[in-house]
């Protein structure tokens, strides 16, 4: 499948190195707002809707999580990027995994937040697909945002929450559906050995949907040199726990 022109903002002064933020499924690039004031001082930021998601155009047919990383590629061409650091959360994680394994030269480091090569029962998302041909992404978004944060900081933060909700119940049924599929037939595990680009793993000690153990330990351990930073939070964690993400993140990507 060929490449798709997903929307991008780019922020920040164009002498700074790139840092290019990948959200999860059903977000838009607006997730990342609460880091960008922040990345922005240091980085040029580029963030960007995955195909399907948000303003990005939905390609018909089946996704694969190759297809969302050569449209990364895609738009670091056409923005003449010729290497940038790489931050993916969940299944921006994935699309992560993937560019580091299949085009090294591209990434100067890589953080994967609240990520997975490989979940242990896919079926779940083959399931989330079909409620969303049922019932559509409105029909299923609080149950989804409801595993992103913890109750109490949920409690705490019910805008940001309702935002989220509103994110995902706008998000493309088809798009939404086809990366459903995407995710489902990810098995990565083959990649983690090829990535030579220095890593950090970011995990929610409360993470319910994609838990530390075994994901992202599993992920820090087949990773060269990776390092691995366990946050108090759910799926989330660089919402939850979005000083300590930003300073982590800023700090790798940074790193020479």
């Known amino acids: 499948m060929s490449s798709v022109e997903v929307y991008h903002d780019l922020t920040g002064s164009p002498d700074s190195p790139v840092l290019v933020l990948a959200g999860p499924l059903g977000s838009t690039l607006d997730i990342w707002?609460?880091?960008v004031e922040s990345l922005a001082t240091k980085f040029q930021v580029l963030r960007y809707d995955h195909r399907g998601h948000g303003r990005s155009p939905v390609r018909h047919g089946s996704y694969a999580i190759q297809d969302?990383?050569?449209d990364v590629l895609a738009l670091l061409d056409r923005l003449g990027i010729e290497c940038a650091a790489f931050c993916g959360l969940s299944l921006g994680g994935m699309v992560g995994i993937w560019l580091a394994a299949r085009a090294p030269?591209?990434?100067s480091s890589l953080?994967?937040?609240s990520a997975t090569a490989r979940y242990d029962d896919p079926g779940r998302f083959i399931e989330r697909a079909a409620s969303v041909r049922?019932?559509?992404t409105d029909g299923i978004a609080e149950e989804v945002v409801a595993g992103w944060f913890t109750p109490e900081w949920a409690a705490a933060h019910p805008q940001v929450v309702e935002q989220c909700v509103q994110m995902i119940a706008?998000?493309?049924d088809d798009g939404y559906v086809e990366c459903c599929s995407a995710i489902a037939g990810w098995d990565g595990r083959q990649l983690l050995g090829r990535i030579t680009a220095p890593t950090l793993?970011?995990?929610g000690s409360r993470d319910r949907g994609t838990p530390v153990t075994p994901h992202a330990r599993t992920l820090a351990a087949a990773i060269s040199r990776a390092k691995l930073e366990i946050l108090d939070a759910a799926h989330l964690a660089i919402i939850e726990q979005a000083d300590q993400a930003n300073?982590?993140?800023a700090k790798h990507a940074a790193a020479r």
């Open 105 to 107: 030269e591209r990434l």
């Open 33 to 35: 707002q609460p880091h």
């Open 68 to 70: 969302l990383g050569l």
């Open 134 to 136: 049922w019932l559509g």
């Open 201 to 203: 793993v970011i995990g």
């Open 170 to 172: 706008k998000t493309s």
């Open 247 to 249: 300073r982590l993140i």
């Open 111 to 113: 953080v994967l937040c």
